[in-house]
């Protein structure tokens, strides 16, 4: 009857465990449906301002701004976002890889989360800040980080700023990825994002030829717009790579979940049928016993 008891608690233990992962997975499906919700709200809005800079770009000469200047020099700054708590399957781990890949020799960090904090750190990296984050993501939060990161790269710290992050591509699929913020690439202000995974096709990549012949009046010139426009930009890219990384992160975390209540829920079917094996080989084996003590009491 031991053997009867240890299967039963391991039954009680395992459904136990079926519960928390059963309820983990549906918060990390509400919280991914809010950041989900989020990425897509900002999307008409950044294939507007892209387009506005395209024609400010065309206006202006590309040097005219700090922002846009094209540097000589290696020193790279990595924005490195990942998650503050782990049950998210190989999300972090991938992106780790892709940061070791990607990254400069020589390289220094900041992040958001601690799993890829420590693990930058326990690798050597250096790591001169550490951010966090609320959830769902508030556009304030992001502003204070692109503010440091403008202003180390402006005070020429560092040559290249750039951000690694997962992409949200759908609930199944989320990509590392590295995307560079500073300097802003004037070529690629034209370009659909790469890292707007959600609602992808939603809306196109901009026309190029129609934003540069759009009549903008710009007041008090185009430098001054640029000017005003640029740090925004800057702003709204940050803000978007940690929506992506936080719906990549409740996404990652519900299918992970879902993975391991489907796993407990096979493990206690075959506990039970384990459990009645064992109980009808132990009803027999006292079957047997009587019917032998009787013959024996003949």
């Known amino acids: 009857m031991a053997n009867l008891r240890d299967i039963r608690r391991r039954i009680k233990s395992v459904k136990s465990t079926s519960q928390i992962t059963k309820a983990m997975e549906l918060v990390a499906a509400a919280k991914m449906k809010k950041a989900q919700d989020q990425a897509l709200a900002g999307r008409g809005y950044a294939d507007k301002l892209n387009k506005v800079l395209v024609n400010l770009k065309d206006n202006t000469n ?3 701004h700090p922002l846009l200047a094209q540097r000589e020099g290696g020193k790279e700054l990595m924005f490195v976002i990942s998650t503050q708590r782990g049950l ?9 890889k892709k940061v070791r890949a990607t990254a400069a020799d020589g390289a220094e960090y900041v992040t958001v989360g601690k799993k890829l904090r420590q693990s930058i750190a326990k690798s050597g990296g250096k790591i001169i800040t550490d951010w966090e984050v ?4 508030p556009f304030n939060d992001a502003k204070p980080i692109a503010k440091f990161l403008t202003d180390q790269f402006l005070s020429g710290e560092y040559d290249k700023i750039t951000v690694a ?3 949200f591509v759908s609930t199944l699929t989320q990509t590392p990825h590295v995307s560079q913020l ?3 690439q004037a070529d690629s202000l034209a370009e659909k994002q790469d890292y707007e995974g959600v609602g992808k096709g939603e809306i196109g990549e901009t026309d190029v030829e ?3 012949n759009t009549p903008y009046e710009f007041e008090p010139s185009a430098e001054g717009v640029l000017d005003k426009l640029l740090p925004l930009y800057v702003n709204f890219q940050i803000y978007q790579m940690l929506v992506e990384a936080r719906a990549s992160e409740h996404s990652s975390r519900m299918v992970a979940m879902k993975a391991a209540t489907d796993n407990a829920n096979k493990m206690v079917k075959e506990l ?3 459990y009645n094996k064992a109980r009808q080989a132990a009803i027999t084996a006292e079957l047997l016993e009587i ?3 009787m013959k024996a009491m003949e």
């Open 62 to 64: 590309e040097d005219s």
């Open 88 to 96: 998210c399957g190989g999300l972090n781990t991938n992106l780790l």
């Open 134 to 137: 609320e959830d769902p993501v």
């Open 165 to 167: 992050f997962n992409n």
């Open 182 to 184: 500073l300097p802003i």
């Open 210 to 212: 129609t934003a540069i």
């Open 272 to 274: 039970t049928l384990e």
């Open 291 to 293: 019917t032998t003590a």
